[in-house]
């Protein structure tokens, strides 16, 4: 069984630029979170989807988005970047009440 | 706030030997936690996980206690091995109509095994 995949591995982007980072769920798995991780802080949520809609978004701009695809594969979008965007952002998928399962994540790197 | 917390940054243990790494909580209303295993350049790779009906759950040689009057849950290795040598996270979600709510990740504990 394939994991969740994640695409680019690397993102070097610069200050103003727009950034989407994709991901390709686990087969059958129909919710999609996006987490970051930067550099000396925690894995931070993002956003939450199911089923296509956005179910819950963590404590950061409007600038971060995202949307889920019919085939339940999503997309998150930053735009207007700025240098503390730089991080690892990590894609998990999950069905209902299961763990939820990370890929290797997209490095974005703002200069 | 945090409110999932790994008090220890780093643990080393022989090999062989048990390995115990803790984390506690403060939120109430968690109902689910998990252990992820992190290599560096890699995703967090799922280990066990704990319903908050339960206070005990067992996966080889990995078992996952859970204290609620505590707020605080453990993960054990047993015994432990060189590969088990990487940053471990707990986590804890809230189950809602929709699935698992975010999860909030502590800090990690990076655990060392000495051959």
């Known amino acids: 069984e394939a994991g969740v995949t994640q695409s680019p591995t690397h993102l070097i982007k610069t200050r103003g630029q727009q950034a989407t980072l994709r991901c390709s769920p686990i087969s059958g798995h129909t919710s999609v979170y996006w987490y970051q991780q930067a550099l000396g802080l925690g894995l931070q949520f993002l956003l939450w989807?199911?089923?296509?809609?956005?179910?819950n978004r963590g404590n950061f701009p409007p600038r971060f988005s995202g949307r889920q695809f019919p085939n339940y594969s999503s997309e998150l979008n930053v735009n207007a970047l700025e240098l503390e965007d730089s991080a690892l952002y990590l894609c998990?998928?999950?069905?209902?009440?299961?763990?939820?399962?990370f890929g290797d994540g997209t490095r974005l790197s703002i200069l | 706030d945090q409110q999932v917390k790994q008090n220890s940054p780093s643990l080393s243990v022989q090999e062989g030997r048990i390995s115990i790494l803790n984390c506690d909580y403060t939120n109430s209303m968690f109902d689910y936690f998990l252990w992820y295993k992190k290599y560096p350049a890699e995703g967090p790779t799922f280990l066990i996980s704990?319903?908050?009906?339960?206070d005990k759950n067992e996966d080889g040689r990995f078992t996952v206690f859970l204290n609620k009057s505590a707020k605080h849950l453990s993960l054990h290795i047993v015994p432990s091995q060189p590969g088990d040598s990487a940053v471990y996270f707990c986590?804890?979600?809230?189950?809602?109509?929709?699935?698992?709510?975010?999860?909030?990740f502590g800090t990690g504990t990076r655990l060392t095994i000495i051959p």
């Open positions: 986590a804890a979600s809230v189950i809602s109509n929709f699935g698992n709510e975010k999860l909030t």
């Open positions: 989807y199911d089923e296509g809609e956005e179910r």
């Open positions: 998990a998928s999950s069905l209902y009440g299961q763990p939820q399962h």
């Open positions: 704990i319903s908050s009906i339960k």
